[in-house]
């Protein structure tokens, strides 16, 4: 069965960058797109971007385009996600979501979600 | 920048119908998805490509779409669908995905 696996929570203060994986499994991880949204506390979803794993473009969302990098690595399956010059408007939980079918507007699989803390 | 526009809030008692807006322009060229978030958990896709469900999703819920509006439909709602709900698309160029601010169901 698909699995999606996050990293663990993370803190860091103003001004640093986070690195967050997603380790995938039970699929052919070059067939299907990855996607990144993030949820800020008692907020909506925010989408980030998006990389094609098999190879590696990728688009982002414009209010972070400048601070954020996605990667992947296909020997272990997992995607990366690196945002810097973090702000406390940054504090959220980070979720990777494959998408369905190879439609790359469907989120039919959902990582467990990363938080991510940014505080002085 | 592009929106979807969604009702904060629906309530319904037990056994009626709820149905949960989502309008854009760009919605009469692009797909929409819905999924489905309790407390503390991930979302869940319960339509894709406006009213297709995915296996595991009761038939008691349902999308459709006319024109610039797309509408998800529960029918016979329990206590167990009560969840914030959010719409999802593309713009008209495809390039970006867009959420709508999502819709807290209450079931009453």
């Known amino acids: 069965q698909v699995q999606l696996v996050q990293s663990g929570a993370e803190v860091k203060k103003p001004g640093a960058s986070v690195k967050l994986s997603c380790e995938a499994s039970g699929y052919t991880f070059t067939n299907y797109y990855m996607h990144w949204v993030r949820q800020a506390p008692g907020q909506g979803l925010e989408w980030m971007g998006v990389i094609n794993p098999s190879g590696g473009s990728t688009s982002y969302a414009q209010q972070f385009q400048g601070r954020i990098t996605m990667t992947r690595d296909t020997s272990t399956s997992t995607v990366n996600m690196e945002l810097s010059s973090l702000r406390s408007e940054d504090t959220a939980v980070y979720y990777c979501?494959?998408?369905?079918?190879?439609?790359?507007?469907?989120?039919?699989?959902w990582g467990q979600g990363t938080l991510v803390t940014v505080s002085s | 920048s592009y929106e979807l526009t969604q009702p904060p809030s629906v309530s319904v008692s037990p056994g009626q119908t709820a149905r949960i807006t989502c309008s854009a322009d760009a919605l009469a060229k692009q797909y929409a998805y819905w999924y489905q978030q309790k407390p503390g958990q991930a979302p869940v896709m319960v339509i894709y490509?406006?009213?297709e469900r995915p296996s595991g999703i009761p038939e008691r819920i349902s999308g459709s779409s006319s024109g610039t509006t797309v509408t998800l439909t529960i029918s016979g709602v329990q206590a167990e669908d009560e969840a914030d709900y959010y719409c999802?698309?593309?713009?008209?160029?495809?390039?970006?995905?867009?959420f709508g601010g999502g819709t807290k169901l209450t079931v009453l």
């Open positions: 490509r406006d009213s």
């Open positions: 979501a494959r998408d369905h079918t190879g439609d790359v507007y469907e989120l039919g699989y």
């Open positions: 999802q698309s593309a713009d008209s160029s495809g390039t970006y995905v867009v």
